[in-house]
């Protein structure tokens, strides 16, 4: 049974850090892209960051470049999200995404975790 599973949101004040975790079981995690989405009340989804299989390559939405680093441990199946010098806009619910990196339409997605910035 395919599974990714977010851990490590919470209430955070503008300015902390929250660190984000994925966990993937079912599936063969290094055949697969990684990636970050969130999702804000009243807004779609959006990608915030992407890693590639291997961890060799990552990229970043504008709104989070210099705050937020995604990387991966193959060996422990997982990926996180490091969230430092978070703003209010950074509320959402963020999910994590896995997409085969030889067919795309073979994606799975994390039930979200949410992260709150407030003060």
């Known amino acids: 049974q395919v599974q990714l599973v977010e851990s490590g949101g919470g209430l955070v004040q503008p300015g902390g850090s929250l660190r984000l975790s994925c966990v993937a079981s079912?599936?063969?995690?290094?055949?697969?892209?990684m990636s970050w989405y969130r999702q804000a009340p009243g807004k779609e989804r959006e990608l915030v960051a992407v890693i590639t299989s291997t961890g060799g390559s990552t990229d970043y939405a504008d709104s989070v470049k210099g705050r937020f680093t995604i990387s991966r441990d193959n060996a422990k199946n997982a990926v996180l999200l490091q969230m430092n010098s978070l703003k209010p806009e950074d509320t959402a619910v963020y999910y994590c995404n896995a997409v085969h990196k030889w067919r795309p339409t073979i994606n799975h997605w994390g039930q979200g975790t949410q992260v709150t910035v407030s003060s």
């Open positions: 079912g599936f063969t995690f290094s055949n697969y892209a």
